[in-house]
């Protein structure tokens, strides 16, 4: 990571992703911009840009008038190709470098490797990961120069700020922790035998951070996950561990969850990742364990 403090945009700047980001980039000392629709507060020290992203004339305009050169963009919040162009029409002659978070959902469920490398994939061409995917390739085959730009590819990201869960039928679940302390048989699709590989939100933020000043990021794609690998009934496991209680877990057969929820089949596979590519270019590689992780987002949820 740079050690010199950097002028720092966000785009998305108070979800919990962003916020995560926002704070640790803050504790090293780097100035903050984020661009917001205004409707969560922001973590005291950064600036605000408020506008919705999808109104492109006005935020080519609130770009225009902030006439700031930033060290690093972070897209917290792209979906779609389109976003993706605006990135790249804003800030090419505005920003040193970029970075754009994708996701893990890009690679086809039903091709994937294991682990999952960056290269030789197969990618969804539909839904929410063939969007990310058609996003990253505006970067892949657009011309970004003199800006620099990094994608990276987290697979599911936990930590204070967001809810609890990993897995259908309990993910992102607000009454996890009742229905664990209340002893509640939890419905995980394929028992939860899924093995899975969750990125603490901090992580994420110190390899995102990494990238700036880093040469070996430039025009780079990099799976971003955490070092434990644990099928998904063991992170709810923990959580129970971390709670005092026994979980019960009942299955839910695979092949009729995925014939009733098609749009949700990148969740049923194995999600298990390459991560050499970190450490070749010198980034920042995850290292917090998954029950010091999760007993820190536990706490703050109590």
Same mark, same amino acid.
């Given at each position: ?31 903050? @911009?984020?661009v917001t629709r205004g409707q969560r507060a922001l973590t005291d020290g950064v600036k605000a840009i408020t506008l919705d992203r999808n109104d492109r004339a006005a935020f080519a305009r609130a770009i225009e008038t902030e006439n700031t050169n930033w060290d690093l963009v972070v897209d917290c919040i792209g979906y779609s190709a389109d976003d993706a162009m605006q990135d790249l029409t804003l800030f090419r002659q505005r920003a040193r470098h970029l970075v754009f978070i994708s996701t893990d959902f ?28 058609? =996003? ?12 620099? @730009? ?66 070996? =990021? ?61 450490? +070749?270019? +010198? ?20």
């Amino acid at each position: 990571m740079t050690h010199h403090a950097l002028k720092i945009l966000l785009i998305g700047g108070s979800g919990f992703v962003s916020g995560t980001l926002a704070q640790k980039a803050l504790e090293a000392g780097h100035q903050l @911009w984020a661009v917001t629709r205004g409707q969560r507060a922001l973590t005291d020290g950064v600036k605000a840009i408020t506008l919705d992203r999808n109104d492109r004339a006005a935020f080519a305009r609130a770009i225009e008038t902030e006439n700031t050169n930033w060290d690093l963009v972070v897209d917290c919040i792209g979906y779609s190709a389109d976003d993706a162009m605006q990135d790249l029409t804003l800030f090419r002659q505005r920003a040193r470098h970029l970075v754009f978070i994708s996701t893990d959902f890009v690679y086809d469920p039903a091709r994937r490797m294991f682990p999952q490398s960056e290269q030789a994939a197969h990618y969804l061409t539909d839904g929410y990961g063939g969007k990310k995917r058609q =996003a990253e390739l505006i970067f892949v085959n657009g011309d970004a120069d003199p800006m620099r @730009w990094t994608i990276v590819r987290p697979c599911h990201i936990y930590g204070a700020g967001s809810l609890l869960g990993c897995l259908p039928e309990h993910g992102r679940d607000a009454r996890l922790i009742e229905r664990i302390c209340g002893g509640e048989r939890l419905r995980l699709v394929g028992g939860g035998h899924f093995l899975q590989q969750p990125i603490f939100a901090a992580d994420l933020a110190e390899t995102i951070l990494s990238c700036a000043d880093n040469a070996a =990021a430039h025009g780079g794609i990099f799976n971003v996950a955490g070092p434990d690998i644990v099928e998904s009934r063991r992170y709810y496991e923990i959580i129970g561990e971390i709670l005092g209680k026994a979980v019960e877990i009942e299955e839910i057969p695979v092949d009729s969850y995925r014939a009733a929820h098609p749009d949700r089949v990148s969740f049923l596979c194995h999600r298990i990742y390459d991560l050499s590519g970190l450490e +070749r270019s +010198r980034l920042a590689v995850p290292a917090t364990s998954l029950e010091k992780g999760l007993r820190a987002q536990v706490e703050s949820l109590l």
